[in-house]
Structure formats: C-alpha cells, structure tokens
C-alpha cells in the first residue's frame, strides 16, 4: 500500500467517528533516508518526499479535524514528521517530545545491551520473542508493561472536545502495539508503513482501535489505567 492509499484510509476512518469525539493517531514516521548498514540511524532524516507526503496528510487531516495536536519521538526523523504534518494543516506551532514513542521507546531499559541484540539478532526475531516469551528480551521490560506506558501517553486524555491527537513514532513500536493489541503474531499483521497509523478512541469504558487489513477491536479502558505507575 502506497502513502497516497493509507492517507485516503485515514481520512475514511476518522470521518467515520463521531467528530466531538476525541482520536488518536500513532503513527509511524514520513519517508527517510536509507539506513546505514550495521547501525541504528537515529540520525537519518526524511526524504523530501517524506516531508511533502507528511505536510499533504497534515492538510488533509486539518480539514477533518481542525483541532490538532502533535507528540513525537525525540529522533530526528519523527520531529521532522510531526514539524511538517503541523505545517500543512497550516498550524505552525509546537509539538511536544516523549521518549515512549522512542529514544529509547516503551520497551527498552538498558540502550547499550538491547541494541547490541537489536543489530545481532534482528527486529522481526525481537519482536516475536516480545510477544510469544515469558521473559523479555536482554535490556527490555516485559511487553505488557511497554504496553501500558505507551497506552498511558496515547490514550490516557481521550474525552469528548473533537481533538486530534498524533504521536510519530517508529516501525518497531507500533509493529509490537498492533500485534499485541489483536492479539496477532507479528507475521499477521501488515508492516507499519511510512505515515501508516493505529486510530485509537474512547467509548465508554473501552478503548475503541482499527488497524488497515484488520476489523474494529477494543480493549478495558481500565486494562491499562489501573496498571499505570503513580
């Protein structure tokens, strides 16, 4: 699925929900850069296809909802992401910066030993190991956990004023919260791509979420908010 069709998929699911509802996007980051080999890339930028395809979904998005606003890992290229959606919805203001949505993300303790094990073993074996082991993976906390802090930040302010809320983020992260969520491996889920993006609402007591490929799923809203450190 290209850019061009998972904008068009956006726009259909959130003009399917109630617009004094509040929603929440997260979404993978815009188009980068080729990655280095046998590193992380943490410094990589968008493409300037990137940027234009973030700033096209940042006007589309503000015609649906005007009441915007925008969260993002620390790495370069999700504030590039969040900076050019913003701009194209033609509200050039500040985005806030959360390191659960990367740098380092919900699941991981320890940077150094878990990414010495990101570039030995690969992402698609860490994320199976994070959804199928009892134990996390060396340098991690245990999936649920990561879960729950990410759901904390994402979800936790859903009400009923009509705003927008997205937070950029990266492939990894959002592969590990679709899988968990449907209860899926990570092979029966299709690959977070650029600008790709988890809807997230509140209806009652459930947290309400839709996935492209996938049906409409819900969660406890307490399921996470009890579990959430004080």
């Not at 006007?59 to 606003?69: C, F, G, N, Q, T």
């Not at 991690?140 to 990561?146: I, Q, W």
Request: glycine share 10%; charged share 20%; hydrophobic share 40%.
């Amino acid at each position: 699925m290209n850019n061009s069709c998972r904008v068009t998929w956006i726009e259909q699911q959130l003009r399917a929900i109630p617009t004094e509802v509040d929603i929440t996007l997260i979404l993978r980051h815009a188009e980068r850069e080729d990655m280095p080999q046998g590193a992380f890339g943490n410094d990589v930028h968008l493409t300037e296809l990137g940027v234009a395809s973030a700033e096209k979904l940042g006007a589309k998005l503000s015609i649906i909802r005007p009441h915007v606003r925008a969260t993002a890992s620390p790495v370069p290229r999700c504030k590039a992401t969040a900076r050019a959606i913003l701009h194209g919805g033609g509200l050039d203001r500040e985005f806030a910066l959360d390191w659960r949505l990367g740098a380092p993300g919900p699941f991981v303790v320890d940077e150094e030993v878990c990414g010495v094990l990101f570039l030995e073993t690969g992402i698609l074996d860490i994320l199976r190991r994070q959804l199928t082991s009892k134990e996390p993976p060396a340098g991690m906390r245990p999936t649920p956990k990561g879960i729950d802090l990410l759901l904390g930040l994402t979800a936790c302010d859903l009400q009923s004023l009509g705003c927008l809320n997205i937070y950029v983020t990266h492939d990894s992260i959002l592969a590990v919260l679709v899988a968990y969520l449907y209860g899926l491996a990570v092979e029966e889920i299709s690959w977070p791509g650029y600008l790709d993006a988890l809807l997230l609402w509140r209806r009652g007591e459930r947290l309400h979420y839709i996935w492209r490929g996938l049906e409409q799923g819900s969660y406890p809203f307490s399921g996470f908010l009890d579990r959430l450190p004080g």
